[in-house]
């Protein structure tokens, strides 16, 4: 029997998702994936006719025909073709662009979205589907047109002054912007001496001054008052003020992609791409029992909403769990800024599942995830938490010192989560106004006023967000361009600009000043929602944004062409003898040149992974003749004391994946060997020891030979085939693998022996 074609044809972005969508809606559906956009603007030219209102030239992606004829074929099949990609407008624009290539009815109501991937929500989405949103179309194309014409504008005037490794972005270069202010505050800081002081007083009761002359202070730096006050050491104190208040602690909001990437950065040590790539499989979902489930709702959102169904959801839970007392009510939210409230906040799509009941089904970073997000929803959805407050104040003379207590009533959120500045608690003192007590103690700290932090990746999404900048779907992906152009270098968790990065921001500030202006780039962003709500027409927003643009473009060309034409010399002197070489740029970045290369003379020297300061570049004279020679003498190698079976010795290199060993007649041998990982992290630690000139690897890996030699005979044979095992070196370090692989694939942990 022939099988019977299906009625309906679902197009969703992802295989994980069409499976499971597949299974909820049955046998009458057909679910495929689009494997995400299928038409984009080509990577070779701009793509934008600009004369003609910016009309995009679309071409199919590289490697989408065959998805593109597939879909085709399934939906000339079928009666009905619903479009299901993401709820945001990327997803929307996916959609139109799909119908575009299977030639769909835009009048059509064929889009459906869903916030969470279950049967509901599924289901309902099919009874409601509706018409192609353009305005959400329409504010998408406008971004990534102003994105093409700055990236395309300006970054090939980038190749041509700095390097063919620089980029241009609308955002991202903003971002780089922030973090090189940054570090120039933290470079013009001035440390000031300051003093902390505290009294103890009555049953070793602490109190900070915090008032001088009824005057309040952030720190204090007189240091004629911190003379005065060593006088009041032991002095009679009187009580002005000695209250009970009562005060309380709202839960936190439920999360949204902004938080949820800043506190998997905080608490998980996530980047915010992994932060958003376990997420996606989180809520493509997992298989439970045999059904596969979505885990959280849709993870792109500005929004902090519940939905109706979700909290009473949660309120049903606490109630089973914790008792009426601990449910909380809803909070409105005033936000600056407009958000896209299309969709929910980020929670579980089934509270019942706790983090617990998943930890053997969810690998180890999904399951960190999900928990976070689990009670995160949780604890938003708690009452808040209740506390008594007391303050004291005493005063001698003009010194007044303060003081808190707090005392919880009813503990609320605080049940599952406290905050991390958390409240200083204990037993109110019998104490009220007019009572009289002594300073036994005075303690009083000196210290320095510190820098401002670098940014982390938490810190730096909070400040996007604060300032208006790009939207949460776009900070994981100007994070990761900044790294991967080596704008900026992570030290720890934080952020330091480049010289490169330096350089790029100097020369965007110095001749793209709207590019760079935060208040613009925020503005614009205002002005896409505008779009996508209907409110602008994005054609208008894209003429305006492009005529002020054009005007930098074409003063900056006229400047760029004057920096080709000057003649930059260095202090390395070129091996013909006709005088020190001169800065190049090509395809791959800085080089050095022969004054004379048009002639005889082709010597070049890269300078890439050398820092050259602008400044220097401006003067007309770089010194880079120190960088150099180390560039030359890393590419010639080390030698070492460890020879190959024929006499030859082996040079230590070091390359793209770190450091190796290779034969000093390679062109002969062939001989090229990777180093362990111990002797790499001893060389990265400068724990290698070098005598005249050659570094002494040979006692170090034998001692590492020696080690192995005795894990391997405690090994003995393998119990599966009788093989002799050898030692792998895999993602978590040194394991026992036959060497009957692949007939035997037995493998075993090599305990630590103290």
């Given at each position: ?728 070196r895999g993602r978590w370090g040194k394991f026992l693998a036959c060497t009957g692989y692949p007939e035997c694939k037995n493998i075993k942990k090599i305990e630590n022996k103290k």
């Amino acid at each position: 029997m022939k099988n019977l074609v299906k009625k309906n044809l679902v197009i969703v972005e992802s295989p994980a998702k069409a499976k499971t969508i597949e299974k909820i809606l049955g046998k009458k559906f057909h679910v495929v994936a689009s494997f995400g956009h299928v038409r984009d603007l080509p990577k070779s030219k701009l793509g934008v006719d600009v004369e003609n209102n910016f009309q995009p030239s679309y071409s199919t992606i590289k490697g989408k025909g065959d998805v593109i004829k597939n879909l085709k074929d399934l939906a000339k099949k079928s009666d009905k073709v619903y479009l299901a990609s993401d709820p945001d407008r990327e997803g929307e624009a996916i959609a139109w662009h799909i119908a575009h290539a299977l030639k769909l009815d835009e009048k059509d109501s064929n889009r459906i979205e869903f916030n969470e991937i279950t049967e509901t929500a599924i289901k309902d989405s099919i009874s409601h589907a509706r018409k192609i949103d353009m305005d959400k179309v329409n504010a998408q194309q406008a971004r990534r047109i102003l994105d093409r014409l700055v990236g395309y504008g300006i970054s090939s005037l980038l190749w041509k002054s700095i390097s063919s490794n620089t980029s241009a972005g609308r955002v991202q270069s903003v971002a780089l912007k922030l973090i090189c202010d940054l570090e120039d505050e933290i470079k013009k800081f001035i440390p000031v001496k300051f003093w902390e002081v505290k009294g103890e007083f009555l049953n070793k009761l602490k109190l900070s001054l915090y008032r001088v002359d009824n005057k309040k202070f952030e720190k204090l730096t007189d240091e004629n008052v911190v003379k005065e006050i060593k006088k009041v050491e032991k002095k009679d104190f009187t009580v002005i003020e000695a209250k009970v208040s009562k005060k309380s602690k709202n839960s936190p909001l439920p999360l949204k992609t902004s938080t949820l990437q800043q506190l998997s950065s905080s608490y998980l040590g996530f980047s915010a791409s992994k932060t958003m790539r376990v997420a996606q499989g989180l809520y493509e979902g997992i298989d439970i029992d045999g059904n596969h489930k979505g885990l959280i709702t849709y993870m792109r959102t500005d929004s902090t909403r519940i939905s109706e169904d979700a909290v009473e959801m949660a309120k049903n839970y606490i109630l089973e769990n914790f008792g009426k007392e601990y449910l909380g009510v809803q909070k409105a939210v005033k936000s600056k800024q407009k958000i896209q409230d299309a969709h929910e906040a980020i929670r579980p799509t089934d509270i019942s599942l706790t983090p617990d009941s998943l930890k053997g089904t969810l690998d180890k970073d999904q399951h960190k995830l999900y928990k976070l997000i689990w009670d995160r929803f949780l604890i938003s959805q708690l009452a808040p938490m209740k506390y008594e407050q007391f303050e004291i104040i005493c005063n001698y003379e003009k010194f007044d010192f303060r003081g808190t207590i707090n005392k919880i009533i009813f503990d609320g959120y605080y049940k599952i989560f406290k905050e991390e500045e958390d409240l200083p608690l204990g037993e109110f003192p019998t104490i009220k106004e007019g009572d009289i007590l002594k300073l036994e103690k005075l303690l009083i700290k000196e210290d320095f006023t510190k820098p401002p932090s670098r940014f982390t990746e938490s810190s730096l999404v909070k400040k996007l967000e604060a300032e208006g900048i790009g939207r949460p779907s776009t900070y994981a992906a100007i994070i990761e361009t900044l790294k991967k152009r080596e704008y900026v270098v992570v030290e720890g968790k934080s952020f330091s600009p480049t010289a490169l990065g330096y350089e790029i921001k100097d020369k965007l500030d110095e001749n793209f000043p709207n590019i760079m202006n935060v208040k613009f780039t925020a503005e614009l962003e205002n002005q896409l929602d505008e779009v996508a709500e209907g409110e602008k027409d994005w054609v208008n927003l894209l003429s305006v944004f492009y005529k002020e643009l054009k005007h930098y473009i074409d003063k900056f060309k006229i400047t760029v062409e004057e920096e080709m034409a000057r003649i930059i010399e260095s202090d390395v002197p070129c091996s013909c003898g006709k005088g020190n070489m001169i800065l190049k740029t090509g395809r791959f970045g800085r080089y050095l040149a022969c004054p004379n290369e048009s002639e005889d003379c082709k010597e070049k020297i890269s300078l890439k992974g050398v820092e050259i300061p602008a400044e220097d570049i401006k003067n007309g004279k770089i010194f880079v003749k120190e960088k150099v020679e180390e560039i030359v003498k890393a590419k010639k190698g080390r030698p070492t004391d460890v020879y190959t079976d024929s006499g030859a010795m082996y040079l230590l290199k070091f390359g793209r994946f770190g450091s190796y060993l290779e034969s000093e007649k390679f062109a002969e041998d062939n001989i090229r060997t990777p180093l362990p990982t111990e002797i790499r992290k001893m060389l990265a630690n400068n724990q290698i020891v070098e005598k005249d000139g050659v570094v002494q690897l040979k006692a170090e890996l034998k001692k590492i030979t020696d080690e192995e030699e005795k894990i391997l005979k405690a090994a003995g044979k393998c119990e599966k085939c009788g093989r002799p095992f050898k030692i792998n070196r895999g993602r978590w370090g040194k394991f026992l693998a036959c060497t009957g692989y692949p007939e035997c694939k037995n493998i075993k942990k090599i305990e630590n022996k103290k």
